[in-house]
């Protein structure tokens, strides 16, 4: 087999499975219901005509009917005037008159005949097709109702196209949902712990600004006790503290707003997730740590002040 051959088998059969899915049965039926009244035309056109040609011939045997009688009686009165001649022409005439008459005899019987099977061939046929209209109308009922019945239960069990979009549709939602709920209950734990806060809240900032203010205080405190402790083991009155100096109060205050603002940034950037909240409370431990530090020195700045007697203050 030719490879031209065999394309034109493959394409052959392509364009009749695309003919078969494009196909529907109701229309095929009202085609070919339309094709048998156009055969039924033609059967009955040619039925008259043939029923037109009989007509004529019998008109025409009229014509020579009456044609006939006319020369008879004309050879009569020539005979009669003693014109045998002319009754001799006039017979013949009308012996070749009588022949043609019998011709178209001929041809009547045969139209007749032609007639009589045409119209009985047109009442089979009528017969034919007004039952093959019956079985059209039904089979399209049929057709019909089982087209609308498969859609119908293509729908009702999800195999149908718009049916599975549909699913798909509100199967995705479900997920979506799920995933949001999912979310929402995540949050409300790690907030529930203490791992996420809320940015509209002020508990967190309030509580580093109590640490901050006790750390302070502690720290002046301890200065206090330390300078009071010099006063005593020296009899006369020491320095005050350097955190208890005039000028000494705004640079502390300046620093600790200055504490108090970074402490708000760092709660506004714990509301951003929890891993920047874990960040931000490693930078406040340390924050402590150096604090202590701190505190650590300037207890030891006190022991050493206690240690040393005091100078006497100028008059």
């Not at 490693?282 to 202590?292: F, N, P």
């Amino acid at each position: 087999m030719g490879v031209g051959r065999r394309f034109t088998d493959v394409f052959r059969m392509k364009a009749n499975k695309a003919l078969d899915r494009a196909e529907d049965p109701r229309e095929v039926l009202d085609y070919a219901y339309q094709r048998q009244l156009g055969l039924l035309q033609q059967v009955k056109r040619g039925l008259a005509d043939v029923a037109t040609s009989r007509k004529r011939i019998e008109l025409q045997r009229k014509q020579l009917g009456r044609s006939a009688e006319t020369l008879q009686s004309q050879a009569q009165q020539a005979l009669a005037g003693g014109r045998e001649d002319l009754a001799r022409e006039a017979l013949g005439r009308r012996s070749a008159v009588l022949e043609q008459d019998q011709e178209l005899q001929t041809q009547l019987a045969t139209l007749q005949e032609q007639e009589e099977k045409l119209t009985v061939a047109s009442q089979q046929l009528e017969a034919k097709v007004e039952d093959f209209r019956t079985r059209k109308e039904t089979v399209k009922a049929t057709y019909t109702a089982a087209e609308a019945q498969t859609k119908i239960n293509e729908a009702a069990t999800g195999i149908s196209g718009q049916m599975g979009d549909i699913g798909s549709a509100i199967q995705r939602a479900q997920d979506r949902t799920e995933e949001l709920q999912a979310r929402a209950g995540a949050l409300d734990e790690l907030m529930a712990s203490g791992a996420l806060e809320d940015p509209s809240s002020t508990a967190a900032h309030d509580d580093l600004r109590e640490q901050l203010d006790a750390l302070t205080a502690g720290d002046g405190v301890e200065a206090e006790l330390a300078a009071m402790k010099a006063e005593l083991a020296s009899g006369q009155p020491a320095d005050p503290p350097p955190s208890l100096e005039p000028g000494s109060a705004e640079p502390e205050a300046a620093a600790g707003a200055k504490q108090a603002e970074q402490a708000e940034d760092t709660g506004t950037r714990q509301a951003k997730g929890a891993e920047q909240a874990e960040d931000t409370g490693t930078r406040q431990a340390k924050g402590a740590e150096q604090a202590e530090d701190t505190g650590t020195r300037q207890a030891k700045g006190a022991e050493k002040a206690e240690d040393q007697p005091g100078k006497p203050e100028e008059p």
